[in-house]
């Protein structure tokens, strides 16, 4: 089986939960075909370049993958008909990052900037 990385947008309207069920339902699809979801990272509600459907901000949702490329296809047509979901990006890559990936790692970095900042006012 082959490795993935599946980032999907869902629209800036849905609240935490709908967007945790659009990554349950993702995993189910995965897990219908005989593949795996090693892991779900929400990276929450953030700015977009450019709006995209009329929306200035969209949740990102990150999943990594371990799956034949049959159901990759079946997960991405899936998603391609699913309006909540404004863009979507899969990639094969040869192994997926241990622990947090980078985008976790900067929130972690700004946030600890925020409260070093915060100490010295």
Do not use: C
């Amino acid at each position: 089986m082959a490795l993935y990385e599946h980032v999907f947008l869902a629209r800036q309207d849905l609240s935490q939960a709908q967007v945790d069920a659009l990554a349950a339902q993702a995993t189910e699809i995965v897990e219908a075909g005989n593949g795996k979801v090693v892991k779900t990272e929400t990276w929450g509600l953030k700015s977009l370049a450019y709006k995209i459907e009329r929306n200035r901000k969209a949740h990102f949702v990150l999943l990594n993958i371990d799956a034949p490329g049959s159901v990759i296809a079946e997960l991405e047509r899936q998603t391609r008909i699913n309006e909540d979901v404004i863009r979507y990006m899969t990639i094969r890559v040869d192994e997926h990052e241990d622990g947090p990936s980078v985008m976790m790692r900067k929130n972690e970095r700004e946030r600890k900037r925020r409260e070093t900042r915060e100490e010295r006012d």
